[in-house]
């Protein structure tokens, strides 16, 4: 079954705590993104990475960090640096012809 | 780098009315520009693109339209359907394949 998986679908974190949302993807496509949703909010672009081993910064980096080590893999970590990590995040690939397909997304709490 | 305005917020209709969405982006170098449907709790799916060599676009009752020159870029849905109701989102890609969106459109169809 092809696609973009994200784990887990609910995630909660501690206060001052690191934690780090996984996403993968079999579709052979080279870019990769992670993207913040709040309520009622657009999807703003945290990071995103054209090619392996190499990213950029979003629109609202701060508190976050990713690794691109293999095509299929685009972790993201939520640091204790990250003042309000409380929202929906998604992450999507997408080809070189730039259709882009979305995980199912990561709930994060803070608790 | 680049930035996406949508217009509106939110927009109610009654069915079989038409919808319009505007959107407008900053970066000349994007090329490609796609429209992405979520409904409530799940991933956004994406409805129609189109691309930076092409004006408009048409599938069945979605149809986009692009204005290079005034870099504007525009969502066309007739006869609306209560299942037409969900948040869109317009997209705009430019350098190093950075997929920016727009704030996003509640549409409420009513029977």
């Known amino acids: 079954d092809g696609g973009i998986t994200q784990s887990p679908k609910y995630l909660f974190r501690k206060e001052g705590q690191n934690v780090t949302l996984s996403c993968e993807q079999n579709?052979?496509?080279?870019?990769m993104y992670w993207y913040r949703q709040d309520p009622g909010q657009g999807l703003r672009l945290i990071y995103y990475s054209q090619i392996v081993n190499d990213f950029q910064k979003g629109d609202i980096a701060e508190g976050y960090s990713v690794s691109r080590e293999k095509k299929e893999s685009f972790p993201l970590t939520v640091t204790s640096a990250q003042k309000n990590p409380t929202a929906f995040y998604l992450c999507a690939s997408s080809s070189d012809r730039g259709i882009a397909f979305f995980g199912q997304g990561t709930r994060l709490t803070v608790v | 780098g680049e930035n996406v305005e949508q217009h509106p917020s939110t927009l109610s209709v009654q069915e079989g009315d038409s919808a319009v969405i505007k959107c407008t982006y900053s970066d000349s170098a994007s090329n490609y520009f796609p429209w992405y449907k979520q409904e409530l709790g799940k991933r956004p799916q994406l409805i129609i693109d189109i691309r930076s060599n092409v004006g408009e676009k048409k599938d069945q009752r979605i149809a986009v339209t692009l204005n290079k020159t005034a870099k504007h870029f525009s969502l066309h849905i007739t006869e609306t359907q209560p299942e037409d109701s969900a948040v869109y989102f317009c997209?705009?890609?430019?350098?190093?394949?950075?997929?920016?969106f727009g704030t996003g459109t509640r549409l409420l169809v009513s029977p």
């Open positions: 579709l052979n496509h080279d870019a």
């Open positions: 997209a705009a890609r430019g350098g190093f394949q950075k997929l920016v």
